[in-house]
């Protein structure tokens, strides 16, 4: 089923067109991986997707919903999570928390309940600290759930992030440059969280620039440039397309 | 001139002291702050009892130094203020400083319906709140999309409009005359009319504050606040709708503020426009800041030190406003997070001067971003 689809979508930054016509789609359970120098319009077309930007043109379809003028907040209770180049983390939460927050729109107690501890909401909170261990413990977090997340080691931080975007129950999960700083060991292991999300059931669509994770992860792979979409495909294939080089290496390299 | 000069030596004297002071301090509250993140859920609870039970017993130890008391019932009432203002500031991340209205409008309301009407202080009450409510809805609407230095200049215009209606609309309000003559809260026939009886009554209102803050704070939506607080961008698109969150914080506090001006009003007997002007408000958000923003012992503390830190300073006079003046400019500098800061509570102490500058932001990562 197909659970993404964009068309024609477009984002213009005054002159700058940072997002040109991308048609994109993505199938439910696949891991699709979007590539594309620095600058070439990777975020913003998460951004596009999540509804922080909306596009100058063209249409963007979740299931069954096209997500005009949806609110980031809306979109996320759809069913698309996300993590972020640049971490986001809150920063005055542990890790437990950030990831108890995660749950909120998965939860709906009102004031009074939640003061008064109302029946409603003590079931609801039981549920959410039991979720979010729960996530916390699939990767591997749990010893250390209650260090303050923003001070912990980077690797760990983006797998913060990742437990995050989980904990708001997502169908699709866009991953921002998740192995970004790491190092090999570190890239590794990250390889493998991303493939155990993915055989929990969600479909991932992530953006990464370390060629032997992307080859190793991708059912298919989306090449951005110039926020044009220049090609799309099965990793043997992009990595032996001329186009791709040419973008990577530029037209001299590619000779 | 010798005198100017032996003021400043004096100044200068008091700021050398001071820094020390606070650099020892400093120590202290980390330590404590460990302390308290490190003890178990018995240990804690057995602590506030002891401090419930401290409270209790407090006054009927001082019940013959009615200064004593006197001073007491406003560290309790400034506790509710401060923790009212928290609630926006801490919580939702608003830098409100127009507080004060809110205040203002609690003590109003009560001041009017006791005074012209007759109405008995237990509905003057809910009432003030309701009412101070409805006007955190009011300028909480407006100023969503305002963040930081625009919604502090915003929130000051209220409360200094809101002043001038107070001083202008005389049929209603008396204006810079004030209303005279509220009278003493009355249950069934028990009135309430000493210090002793209006500390209790103040008590079980910082108590009911407390619980709230408390609740709220860890609750769905109390994460939800923080998120909003922390990053805005990051909060929504975990599925957090930060305006509506943010209002419920506006309304929150404002209600809060609106028992403090009630309580006030009975209190004291009588309200005019000058109890609630700017410097209210400033000094209002210095207990927050300087407890600790968000961080509920913190905000307490805050609100605790600095309504007896003037009052001890009355002998001298002369240096009293200075002092607080230069101890609040040093905390800013050596301890920007507060006293008792939010993620130190949470064992963050350790590292408090390491890692990551964006924890410990205080009053500093509120602004623009
Ligand atoms: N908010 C913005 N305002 C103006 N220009 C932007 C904004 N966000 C991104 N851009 C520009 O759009 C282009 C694509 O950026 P981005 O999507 O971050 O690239 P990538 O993630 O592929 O490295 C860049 O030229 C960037 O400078
Ligand atoms: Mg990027």
Redesign the interface.
């Known amino acids: 089923m197909r659970i993404l689809e964009t068309k024609n979508v477009t984002k213009a930054f005054g002159g700058l067109v940072a997002v040109n016509d991308v048609d994109f789609h993505i199938e439910e359970g696949e891991i699709v991986s979007l590539i594309g120098p620095n600058g070439a319009g990777k975020t913003t077309f998460f951004n596009l997707i999540t509804g922080i930007y909306e596009p100058t043109k063209g249409e963007i379809k979740f299931l069954d919903q096209f997500l005009k003028k949806s609110k980031p907040y809306e979109i996320t209770k759809l069913g698309i999570g996300r993590t972020f180049q640049n971490i986001r983390l809150f920063s005055s939460m542990t890790v437990l928390e950030n990831v108890m927050a995660g749950q909120y729109c998965r939860t709906k107690a009102d004031l009074f309940s939640a003061i008064f501890k109302l029946p409603n909401a003590r079931k609801e909170e039981d549920r959410v600290m039991e979720k979010s261990l729960e996530i916390l413990d699939f990767l591997d977090l749990k010893k250390i759930k209650d260090e303050i997340a923003v001070s912990l080691p980077y690797g760990y931080q983006r797998r913060v992030e990742i437990a995050r975007a989980l904990a708001t129950e997502p169908k699709l999960l866009l991953l921002d440059e998740p192995a970004a700083g790491m190092n090999t060991g570190e890239k590794k292991e990250m390889q493998g969280i991303i493939r155990k999300i993915r055989d929990k059931g969600f479909t991932i669509l992530v953006i990464e620039h370390d060629m032997k994770l992307v080859m190793g992860i991708s059912d298919r792979i989306v090449v951005l440039d110039y926020g044009n979409k220049i090609a799309e495909g099965l990793p043997q294939e992009i990595q032996h397309n001329e186009r791709v080089i040419e973008a990577y290496l530029g037209k001299g390299g590619a000779a | 001139m010798a005198n100017l000069s032996r003021v400043l030596f004096n100044l200068v004297l008091a700021t050398a002291i001071l820094f020390g002071l606070i650099k020892i301090l400093s120590k202290a509250f980390d330590f404590v702050a460990r302390y308290i993140s490190s003890i178990d859920k018995k240990t804690k609870r057995f602590i506030n009892i002891g401090i419930a039970l401290m409270v209790a017993i407090w006054p009927i130890v001082f019940i013959n130094q009615p200064y004593v008391l006197r001073t007491s019932i406003i560290v309790l009432l400034y506790i509710v203020l401060a923790l009212s203002l928290n609630i926006v500031l801490g919580f939702a991340g608003q830098l409100s400083i127009g507080h004060s209205a809110f205040y203002a409008i609690g003590a109003y309301v009560t001041a009017l319906l006791t005074v012209n009407f007759q109405i008995s202080f237990w509905i003057a009450l809910p009432t003030s709140a309701l009412i101070a409510a409805l006007f955190g809805l009011l300028l909480g609407i407006p100023t969503l999309r305002l963040k930081g230095d625009y919604l502090a200049i915003t929130t000051i215009g209220f409360g200094e409009i809101l002043r001038l209606v107070l001083i202008n609309w005389t049929n209603l309000t008396r204006g810079p005359a004030g209303i005279p003559g509220i009278p003493f809260p009355k249950i069934f026939g028990f009135m309430i009319n000493t210090n002793l009886r209006y500390y209790y009554l103040i008590l079980v209102l910082v108590m009911f504050t407390i ?2 803050s408390y ?2 704070l860890n ?6 606040l ?2 909003v ?3 805005e ?10 305006t509506y969150l943010k209002i ?1 914080a506006f309304v ?1 506090g404002a209600a809060f503020a609106g028992i403090a001006g009630s309580f006030f009003a009975t209190y004291i007997h009588y309200v005019n426009p000058d109890n609630f002007n700017y410097m209210e408000s400033v000094l209002i958000l210095c207990m927050v800041v300087l407890g600790g923003v ?1 961080s509920i012992p913190g905000v307490i503390l805050g609100a605790t030190v600095l309504t007896i830190i003037p009052e001890a300073l009355r002998d001298i006079a002369t240096y009293r406003y200075a002092i607080y003046g230069i101890l609040l400019i040093l905390m800013m500098i050596i301890r920007p997070q507060g006293m008792l800061s ?2 130190s509570l ?3 102490a350790k ?1 408090e001067n390491s ?2 500058k ?2 410990n ?1 205080g009053l500093r990562g509120l602004s623009g971003s």
């Open positions: 619980f709230v609740r709220l609750s769905r939506l109390g994460r939800g923080i998120a607080r922390d990053d961008i990051a909060a929504e698109a975990m599925g957090i709708k930060s419920l929150l968000g939010m993620a949470k064992g963050g590292s890692g990551n964006k924890r932001k």
